[in-house]
Each structure stands twice: as structure tokens, then as C-alpha cells.
């Protein structure tokens, strides 16, 4: 049996390093980058243009079929989703960056289901870059179809609700943050766990084995914290630009 740094040393194939970041200083700033996580972020972005052009190359509308297919899908699923909460006509601003989000983050979920890689979810940078974006879009909406009276929900109905109001409105990034951060990260953590039970058969295919054990469950999670953080944008948007009465 071995222990969690001993595994993590054993599938470290790449070389990220001993201590996991690149120091840069821009005059008295410090500045540390994770070199795993902005490999692992470019090569899923890298991904989902390669899944866009392969949809959208050699479109057919009377039959559609392989990435297009997919795509079409996945597009009327989310579009139900945002109509469902929202105005359809201030939801189609926001339907392509939904959509753009749940398969960037599905992408990055998987990719850690390949041997010697990681996902980039599992680094709360990632997700909280993605929970920012979330927490300005819920702005720019509202600001956008209600103008500067839609910051009147701070103190509706009553104006001592404003601390309350505030500490909702912030409390949104993190909990997005932190729910798909530690979801991922236990997912592969538990692999880990799963390899260091295995012995001597840690490194065997670059972890093949561990993630082979825990495939369907972590292709599952994958899809799941996809949606609920697609889900939960399209909720917080749609109540910034509701009409209340």
C-alpha cells in the first residue's frame, strides 16, 4: 500500500515539478502559475474548437449526424433550459455562453479520465475564473434590461435587507466554485487513493488501472456538475432580469 504523495509522484509522467507552480515576478509582484492547470486548460480548449469546427464544418440541416448531431442536442437542451427561467428573447444573449460553459467544463471534467492528464476543474483557480464570469454576466444582464434600477433589489422590501442581499450575491461565486472544484478534486483524488491500494501497480499505463475502477462513476460526475453549474448560471441570470411585481 502507498501513500497519496507517493502515488502522486509515481503519475507525475510530465515533470510538472516539485512544488506544482511557476514563479514569475513583475517588479515587487509575485506571481505563481500552476503549469499542470494551464496545460491541461489549453489542451481542453484546444478540444472544444476541434468538437465546434468538426459540428458546424459540413452542416446538414435535413440530417444531421456525428459532432453536428451532438451538438443540436445539447443546444436545445440548454435552450429549454434558459427559455424555462428566462424571457427567450433576453435568454438568446445568454444561450451560446451557456452552452459554451457546460461543454468547456464537461471537456474539463473528462480529461482528467485519461491516464498521466488532470482537469482542470480540479484547480479552484479554474473554477473560480469560471464563477467570476458567471458573477459579472448576472451584472451586465440585469444592468442591461433593467438599467441602474435593477441594483433596487438591495433594499427591497426593506432597506435593512441589504447586508443579507449582499452577502447572497457573493456568496453565488463561491458556492459555484467550490461545488465543481470539490467534486472533481475528490474524484481524482479517490483514484489516487484507489492506485496506492493497488501497490506496486500505481504506475502501470499511467494510472490506467485506478481510473479504469472509478471510470463510470467519474463520467457521471462529469456530466452532472457540468449541468448544475450550467443549471445554477442560467437560474442566477434569469432572476437578475425577471420583472418583479
Same mark, same amino acid.
Given at each position: 500500500?502507498?501513500?497519496?504523495?507517493?502515488?502522486?509522484?509515481?503519475?507525475?509522467?510530465?515533470?510538472?515539478?516539485?512544488?506544482?507552480?511557476?514563479?514569475? !515576478?513583475?517588479?515587487?509582484?509575485?506571481?505563481? @502559475?500552476?503549469?499542470?492547470?494551464?496545460?491541461? $486548460?489549453?489542451?481542453?480548449?484546444?478540444?472544444?474548437?476541434? +468538437?465546434?469546427?468538426?459540428?458546424? /464544418?459540413?452542416?446538414?440541416? /435535413?440530417?444531421?449526424?456525428?459532432?453536428?448531431?451532438?451538438?443540436?442536442?445539447?443546444?436545445?437542451?440548454? /435552450?429549454?433550459?434558459?427559455?424555462?427561467?428566462?424571457?427567450?428573447?433576453? &435568454?438568446?444573449?445568454?444561450?451560446?455562453?451557456?452552452?459554451?460553459?457546460?461543454?468547456?467544463?464537461? @471537456?474539463?471534467?473528462?480529461? &482528467?479520465?485519461?491516464?498521466?492528464?488532470?482537469?482542470?476543474?480540479?484547480? !479552484?483557480?479554474?473554477?473560480?475564473?469560471?464563477?467570476?464570469? $458567471?458573477?459579472?454576466?448576472?451584472?451586465?444582464?440585469?444592468?442591461?434590461?433593467?438599467?441602474?434600477? #435593477?441594483?433596487?433589489?438591495?433594499?427591497?422590501?426593506?432597506?435593512? @435587507?441589504?447586508?443579507?442581499?449582499?452577502?447572497?450575491?457573493?456568496?453565488?461565486?463561491? $458556492?459555484?466554485? +467550490?461545488?465543481? #472544484? &470539490?467534486?472533481?478534486?475528490?474524484?481524482?483524488?479517490?483514484?489516487?487513493?484507489?492506485?496506492?491500494?493497488?501497490?506496486?501497480?500505481?504506475?502501470? @499505463?499511467?494510472?490506467?488501472? &485506478?481510473?479504469?475502477?472509478?471510470?463510470?462513476?467519474?463520467? +457521471?460526475?462529469?456530466?452532472?456538475?457540468?449541468?448544475?453549474?450550467?443549471?445554477?448560471?442560467?437560474? #442566477?441570470?434569469?432572476?437578475?432580469?425577471?420583472?418583479?411585481?
Amino acid at each position: 500500500m502507498l501513500s497519496l504523495h507517493e502515488v502522486e509522484q509515481q503519475l507525475n509522467v510530465w515533470g510538472w515539478g516539485a512544488n506544482g507552480s511557476w514563479d514569475m !515576478y513583475l517588479g515587487n509582484t509575485h506571481l505563481a @502559475f500552476n503549469p499542470k492547470t494551464l496545460i491541461m $486548460t489549453w489542451i481542453t480548449m484546444v478540444l472544444v474548437a476541434l +468538437f465546434g469546427i468538426a459540428a458546424t /464544418r459540413s452542416m446538414n440541416m /435535413r440530417k444531421p449526424k456525428g459532432a453536428q448531431n451532438i451538438l443540436e442536442l445539447l443546444w436545445e437542451f440548454i /435552450r429549454g433550459l434558459v427559455n424555462d427561467n428566462m424571457d427567450p428573447k433576453k &435568454g438568446a444573449a445568454l444561450l451560446s455562453i451557456v452552452v459554451t460553459y457546460f461543454i468547456f467544463i464537461l @471537456f474539463s471534467n473528462l480529461i &482528467g479520465l485519461v491516464p498521466t492528464l488532470s482537469s482542470p476543474t480540479a484547480d !479552484y483557480n479554474t473554477t473560480l475564473g469560471l464563477a467570476l464570469c $458567471t458573477f459579472f454576466i448576472i451584472y451586465i444582464f440585469g444592468i442591461r434590461y433593467k438599467g441602474l434600477s #435593477y441594483f433596487k433589489h438591495y433594499i427591497q422590501p426593506f432597506v435593512f @435587507f441589504l447586508p443579507i442581499v449582499i452577502i447572497e450575491d457573493f456568496a453565488k461565486p463561491i $458556492t459555484l466554485t +467550490f461545488r465543481l #472544484y &470539490g467534486n472533481i478534486y475528490g474524484g481524482e483524488v479517490l483514484i489516487a487513493v484507489l492506485l496506492g491500494l493497488l501497490g506496486g501497480w500505481t504506475h502501470v @499505463f499511467g494510472g490506467f488501472i &485506478g481510473s479504469v475502477v472509478w471510470l463510470a462513476f467519474s463520467i +457521471f460526475v462529469g456530466f452532472i456538475q457540468a449541468f448544475i453549474f450550467t443549471m445554477l448560471s442560467i437560474a #442566477y441570470v434569469g432572476q437578475a432580469v425577471a420583472d418583479h411585481h
